[in-house]
Every structure is written in structure tokens, then in C-alpha cells.
């Protein structure tokens, strides 16, 4: 019970003002750490909170993740309906679809972070890194250059990672939220079994 009063200031505030690129990523931790904990409080998916939703969404974060059924974002990170906007596809590759779809929410609903969520035991990776992916042969293109280099498949999953993290930093249709500090991008490598998420520098 303790969490539900800051967060409900939290929540008002970031309402009516927006969180920075700071805070929302210190939200993401914080959910974060309540998950693994078993202590998921937070999240709102009722009939209230979508009855409320109908007049609008303010996602504070976009997540750019896997489509893997074990990476749940908003589980995760334990946030509510409408907190997040999220992108998903197969190895979290960025290509034109991707990207467009991030800049469309950062442009239209203001969210404040944009965070490339890598995992675990990811399997369009490891297809990649085995020559072994004819049926994502899109997605392999895209992340080719991105894991080349890596000598193990965590390896490749946090290349892959940084990678994506960079190309969205230098997309110049981004950069005036960039320069206004109301946007920021980073990432992270999420443990299956442990439920953490390692922040990526
Ligand atoms: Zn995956």
C-alpha cells in the first residue's frame, strides 16, 4: 500500500506536465523492481481506467521489444493501461515500419522515453547468429550488421541492442525532442528467469 500514494501524485502530475526522460525511466525501474519482487500494485487495467482512456491516451514511455509471448512490457515493468506504447517485433529490429510508428507516438502523444528492451534466450537472435533464419529473412537483414561481431548469443542480444538504441538517437526526425530534453533513448536486456531488467549504457 505504501507505493500507491506517490504514485497516484506521480500519475497526476506527469498527467498534467509530463515526466522527463529521467523520471520516466526511474518509473520503468521502479515497476521493474516491484515485478520481480511479487509486488505488482500498480497496474491499472480496470473498467474505470479504460472508461477514462476513451478520452485520450498520455503514454509516458515507448517500448520497442521482441514479440516473444515471455516479454510482456507492461508486465514487466508493472504500468497500466495506457502507460505504454509499445512496439513489437521479432529480435526488436528497427526498420521503417518501426521507426515510423515511435516517431508518430513521440510527435502525437509526447511520451518521454523511448526504451529498446533486448531478452534472454531470444530466438530470432540466435536463428541470426545460425545463418538459420529464412523465415525472418526481413528481420535478419536488419540485424545483421547489428550482431556480427558478438561471440555469444547474450553478446548479440545486447549488440543488438545498442545498436537500435543508436540508430534512433540519430534519426533526425527526432532530434528536436532530443534538444528540447523531452525525449531520450536507452535500453536494456531482460532476464527471463529473474524477471530483471539490466539497463544497457
Ligand atoms: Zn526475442
Not at 525472418?136 to 549488440?159: C, F, G, Q, R, Y
Not at 543488438?160 to 528536436?176: A, E, G, S, T
Request: with cysteine; proline share 3%.
Amino acid at each position: 500500500m505504501r507505493y500507491l500514494l506517490p504514485l497516484f501524485l506521480l500519475g497526476f502530475f506527469s498527467a498534467l506536465f509530463g515526466l522527463t526522460p529521467k523520471d520516466a525511466l526511474k518509473e520503468l525501474v521502479d515497476g521493474n523492481n516491484r515485478y520481480i519482487l511479487d509486488k505488482t500494485l500498480y497496474a491499472d487495467h480496470s473498467t474505470s481506467r479504460r472508461s477514462q482512456l476513451l478520452l485520450g491516451q498520455k503514454p509516458f514511455a515507448i517500448v520497442l521489444c521482441c514479440s516473444d509471448s515471455r516479454v510482456i512490457p507492461e508486465v514487466i515493468f508493472d504500468q497500466s493501461t495506457g502507460d505504454l506504447y509499445v512496439v513489437r517485433i521479432a529480435g526488436n529490429v528497427l526498420g521503417a515500419v518501426e521507426l515510423e510508428s515511435i516517431e508518430f507516438c513521440a510527435k502525437t502523444f509526447g511520451a518521454n522515453l523511448i526504451f529498446v528492451l533486448g531478452h534472454e534466450s531470444c530466438g530470432a537472435i540466435r536463428a541470426v547468429m545460425n545463418d538459420d533464419a529464412k523465415e525472418i529473412e526481413h528481420i535478419a537483414t536488419l540485424m545483421d550488421p547489428a550482431i556480427k561481431e558478438a561471440k555469444s548469443w547474450e553478446a548479440a542480444v545486447k549488440d543488438n541492442v545498442y545498436f537500435v538504441v543508436n540508430q534512433i538517437k540519430n534519426d533526425p526526425r527526432l532530434k528536436k525532442f532530443y534538444d528540447q530534453k523531452k525525449l531520450a533513448c536507452s535500453g536494456g536486456f531482460y532476464k527471463i528467469g529473474t524477471g530483471k531488467v539490466e539497463l544497457l549504457k
